[in-house]
């Protein structure tokens, strides 16, 4: 269609807005696609589109929107483009509904706008066919493209729809036709943040964040190169068997029991692991001494692990080894012990840089009183503690350089009653009436339980003459044929009293054997 005079638009748009709809239904004017947030380095210009929405809802008929006029106002970004090509406002040509209608859509002019910047659209789906929007769905009506500039602060845009804005027209207002008379839509706004990125992180081994990111040290992907994170070293402490366990089991019943802990040295990623291995270390471990005791007989060592001298089964040679328990009166109270490592002062005598090694074992008790069902107490690396000498902080030294590991973790011992071994009942094999013997009685007492609802036997593992693991019928038969035909001697505990050589979860809760 031609373009139309902006006086011809202007008379139609205040001929069709004249009446303001009091009718059923709901018009919504709202975006599609605006970014939250825009990060770039300062001077960058980044380019988006927006969709712009006109949605309804509550219609009863078969007939939506016939037209509508918006205008859109734009502070902090710039509008490069826009279109309604690939619109339900597009021609028909074009893919759209638009058919022997009207469109204006133009980039306002700040210079008529008091300096504001934004769009106008104004559009009649036809004029002479019966052309409308589909009721009750949101209709994409117009694309923008929109440019933000990233400044050396952060800033903020707004994007939103606004009445009174001027294209080559008069003031345009946010309308919607519906049925020939004027509805008010509801109108959306949007707000974008626009910032350069945080500062990287300065350090990589403070434990701090210090560009305020929520990320510190190796979490950072700034610090992806770093000497310590790259493929990264971890400490951690497990038992002598497995370098991952995170908790010590121990029987609740009695509420002692001894932990064995060890400490290992090994790569953060198997998979990747680092090019060189720790040279030598120093690190200190904590415990609460009011839960548990370190005992000073033979731990804590270093003999047993590759940190043990070379004469030792070790690794360590011509190098330094002081492992030592803390005295709490230096200590603040605290109780721990420290271990400084070097494993050569004259030859290149690294840890495998690819798997967990051991560099310390010690042992522990809990503490009297301390312990029973529910019990927790952690053991963890940590700074400060001071033996002899100075503060003594956790640390590697990889080719001469001193790294914080990569991840450090403890291990927690608790109490637990699926820790116990369930106590082995004594009883005796047959003895189903549990009188210590074995004899006719016994197989009359299981028939008498089995078939004509008698007593059940105290022991009912002493009913399973047969030891399959069942009672049934099987097992008095059995008896008889031992007692009186000759038959196969009963399985242990038998002939005397003891314990059941094959477990299988029958119950004895009393039994007369001591």
Known sequence: MGRISTTLVAGFLCLCLTATLEAQGEFS??????PENIQAETGTTVPFQVKLVLGSSGLDGATGPQGWSLGVANNGVNITALTTAGSAAADAADGGLRNTGFEVFEIVDPGRNDGQQGLVQ???????????LPPNTDQIVGFVDYEATVGAEASSA????QNGLVGSGQPVNNDV???GQTATPTLASA????????PPETACDDGEDNDGDGA?????S??????????GIDLKIGTPDDPDASQIVLCSSDGGGEALVTAYVGPNDPADPPANGAQGWSLGIEHNPAELTITNDTYPTTSGTVAGDVNDGGIRNTGFEKTEIIDPGRNDGRAGLVSAVVLSFTMPIPLDPAMDQSILRARYVVADGAGGEGFSSEINFSNGLIGAGQPVDTVLTVQGQTLMPREISGITVVHSEDACAPPSAVFLRADANNDTKVDIADPIFTINWLIRNG???ACVASADSNDDGKTDISDPLYTIAYRFMAGPVPAAPFPSCGEDSTPDGLACDNSSCP
């Not at 707000?191 to 945080?198: D, H």
């Not at 510190?216 to 950072?220: F, I, Q």
């Open 177 to 179: 036709t519906f049925e």
């Open 158 to 161: 707004t994007i939103q729809y």
């Open 216 to 220: 510190a040290d190796c979490e950072d």
């Open 122 to 132: 104004a559009l009649v789906l036809s004029f002479v066919m019966p052309i409308t």
């Open 191 to 198: 707000n974008i943040n626009i910032e350069p990125p945080p």
């Open 222 to 231: 700034d610090c992806a190169d770093a000497a310590n994170c790259a493929g």
């Open 455 to 457: 007593p059940a036997p």
């Open 29 to 34: 004017y709202g975006f599609e696609d605006v």
